[in-house]
């Protein structure tokens, strides 16, 4: 039984975990021109350092949940964590881009196990309003963890030289993992959990991906989620180039575009007694389509290329991903009760996977204009909430055949 001051403490434990994922994505980015002198590379070759290690963090979190499944969310997130740390100080000895590139793939491999699995914990702990509310929190840090990692990067590098965001994050991974031993509860019993081999565990992802609504819902978040990472992925390119901003800038971007998503997600908490998931869903995505509207008609005036107007339109993206976003994963969490861990990991697969491939071949063609990025984004929303839109004429269908 769960003691009051434990249940309390849950939320911020599990975000914190949540974030390593996203955190480690663009910490390093202030680091990037000191990092491309060090290791005598140019800023394209650096992008590689998000491109490895995101498809690194996708390659793992097909099995990072299944395998949760098996042995329980505790080892997975504590052996993730302490890989993870290695790993970064591995990046902080890098003496060469390659080696960078190996330190990145390793920290990719492992920052699933915490980002992944954390969310489903709170399926396994709570129901109903209170898992969505909880949800909601955790996605408030989440979200977050974006607009403070450049922040953080940037002042890293005013204290010493760019191994000093490696650093960080090891501190970060050990710290984390102090806290979980304390404060984190197994919530995966052994009576639950299924077999510990390969094959079951492509049973479960198979099991999950015969479920036609998961592909639906699944796509629907990363194709609206995309258009907001278009932005993220390319920030070097988005403040720096485009609108002629420092390396300690980046909060002019991460700042009002991450805070809307908190935003969001605090009200999706707020009213998660009274709206149900997936009319949150519904609205959120009305808001993001909106709001990547906006962004196109801004960047087609010169307002579009001055701050903060050039940040309107995809803050409206975001705010409406705040909405959306939690609602969506406990509605996917819910279509295998008995997979969650396969579901998360099936899901993130899909998003990581798309998401490393716009930053690395769909951010540098947008990244010719803030238009460019503008109409990228636009085209993530639209497609992504009519994938929404099918999901609930099929879920409409599948209700009436079954009433037949």
Request: aromatic share 10%; glycine share 10%; proline share 6%.
């Amino acid at each position: 039984m769960l003691t009051p001051r434990v249940v309390a403490f849950i939320p911020l434990v599990l975000a914190l975990l949540s974030m390593i994922g996203p955190f480690s994505i663009d910490t390093p980015f202030p680091a990037f021109a000191e990092m491309g002198d060090a290791l005598e590379v140019s800023s394209a070759e650096l992008q590689l350092v998000v491109t490895a290690y995101m498809l690194a963090f996708a390659s793992m979190s097909l099995f990072h949940g299944p395998l949760s499944d098996a042995i329980g969310r505790r080892p997975v997130i504590m052996g993730s964590l302490l890989v993870y740390a290695v790993a970064s100080v591995a990046c902080a000895f890098a003496p060469s881009l390659e080696w960078l590139l190996v330190g990145r793939v390793a920290q990719g491999l492992a920052a699933g196990g915490s980002t992944i699995v954390s969310r489903t914990v709170i399926r396994d702990l709570f129901d109903g309003p209170r898992a969505q509310r909880m949800m909601s929190q955790v996605a408030v840090i989440f979200g977050v963890a974006p607009a403070i990692a450049p922040i953080v990067g940037g002042l890293l590098i005013q204290v010493g030289p760019w191994e000093t965001v490696f650093w960080f994050m090891a501190a970060l991974a050990l710290l984390l993992a102090i806290v979980s031993v304390v404060l984190l509860p197994e919530s995966h019993p052994p009576e639950n959990r299924v077999p510990l081999r390969v094959g079951e565990i492509f049973r479960g992802l198979a099991e999950v991906m015969r479920v036609p609504a998961f592909h639906r819902m699944t796509w629907a978040a990363t194709l609206v989620f995309g258009a907001q990472f278009l932005y993220i992925g390319g920030a070097s390119i988005f403040v720096v180039d485009l609108l002629g901003e420092g390396e300690l800038d980046f909060w002019k971007l991460f700042v009002p575009m991450i805070g809307s998503m908190v935003v969001g997600s605090l009200v999706s908490g707020r009213f998660g007694r009274t709206v149900t998931s997936s009319q949150l869903v519904t609205l959120g995505y009305a808001v993001s389509t909106a709001g990547a509207a906006i962004g196109v008609v801004v960047a087609l005036t010169p307002a579009g290329e001055v701050l903060p107007w050039a940040v309107v339109g995809i803050s409206f993206v975001a705010f409406g991903n705040g909405l959306a976003f939690p609602n969506i994963q406990m509605l996917m969490l819910d279509l295998v009760p008995a997979r969650r861990g396969a579901v998360m990991s099936a899901s993130t697969f899909v998003t990581l996977v798309f998401n490393a491939v716009s930053a690395a071949v769909v951010a540098p063609y947008a990244g010719g204009s803030v238009l460019g990025f503008a109409l990228a984004a636009a085209v993530c929303v639209v497609l992504g909430w009519g994938c929404w839109q099918w999901h609930r004429v099929a879920g409409r269908r599948e209700v009436a055949a079954a009433s037949a």
